[in-house]
């Protein structure tokens, strides 16, 4: 890893969050992600399954945690099965977790080695009526690989067709979104890293620079401060290839007079940061990217202030898409006739502003929470609005990374990196 070792407290603490809404005499499984194949013997980067990193930290392929608080033998509470390391395995691979280390890392005890895994599980849903199972109910998810995850389930089922299922899910969204000052710390690092990145830009971008090239400073700056990268595929996306939402080329040359727009987050720890900032590729918006500039910027500003406890995010939604609407007539986008007639499922505004404002943040980029309810202290939230414009080349967006805080406005992990359109235009003319 590259990142310093987390307090062991924290998996403590989460361990607990999550057994203390078990139901009696169960027990919970969760596995590591696989390894992704590309082709021959080519590998993805192992990337941790953020629900069994969240609850004991093991950042290593081929673990699985086992929870089961009522286990009558005090040692089978909580069990780790890993990997058995060796020294053949530490020559061709590096350091793999020993009982000793894993045991640092997670406060767990009981470590077995995964051959150890059938004959202890036998034993241990002899004693349990039922099973959580970790299935992926994040409401965006959409792929057709199947997981360890996956698999494990299938063949758990068949064995223990008797066993009462429980769904994992529920809770590990509920727990996972309001976050422990520990997470928080490591999130604002993650921004912090971001911004420093971002602030190796406002001197580097200048007519005729690529956006790959923009791409390799991030890069370059995110690596060196223990980051693995970027925490999700960045986007930068000069004049009109701002309104493609998800354009991740980055092949483009950046023209003299365009805007560029950066989606760009750096990952600590596994922990993400998200972050857009709009710059001016010579150093000076025009009148109009101004305006339609410190558009978004207004409506940011207001939306940003409704991330309090209490708040209802399908309302939440409505609330902006109106802040939205009056800035677009502003601008002359969108007219009063148009809003008059407009189709209610498809409100005038989302011709020029069609996606969500804001989502959970944290292990996972677009994280885990249950959106029906009122949002609470501790979560965090993005905060991000856009105003397309493909007829003039020019897309707009600005997003920050909010904490709702018990009393007051939300907290910004992002406050310190500049937004106002002066400040970038100082700061890039430096
Ligand atoms: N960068 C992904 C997002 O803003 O949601
Ligand atoms: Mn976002
Ligand atoms: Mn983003």
Redesign the pocket.
Known sequence: MKYDRIDSNLYIANRKKFTERMTANTLAVFNSNDIFPISADSTMPFQQHRDILYLCGVDQEESILVLFPNASNPAHREVLFLKETSDLIAVWEGEKLTKETAFLTSGIKTVYWLQQFPTIFKQLMAEAHGMYLNTNEHLRANTEVETREDRFIKQVKQDYPAHQVHKSAPIMHKIRSIKEAVELELMQRACKITEAGVRRLLAFIKPGVWEYEIEAELAHEFLRNRSKGFAYTPIVASGKNACVLHYIENNQQCQDGDVILL?VGAEYANYSS?L?RCLPVNGRFTARQKAVYNAVLHVKNEAQKLLVPGTIMAEYHKQVGSLMEEQLVGLGLISMEDIKTQNPDWPAYKKYFMHGT??F?GLD??DVGIWHEPISAGMVF?C?PGIYIPEEGLGIRL?DDLVVQASGAPFNLMGDIPIEAEAIEDLMNA
Do not use: F, R
């Open positions: 989606d998200d857009t804001s989502h943040l980029t677009h993005t991000e997003e």
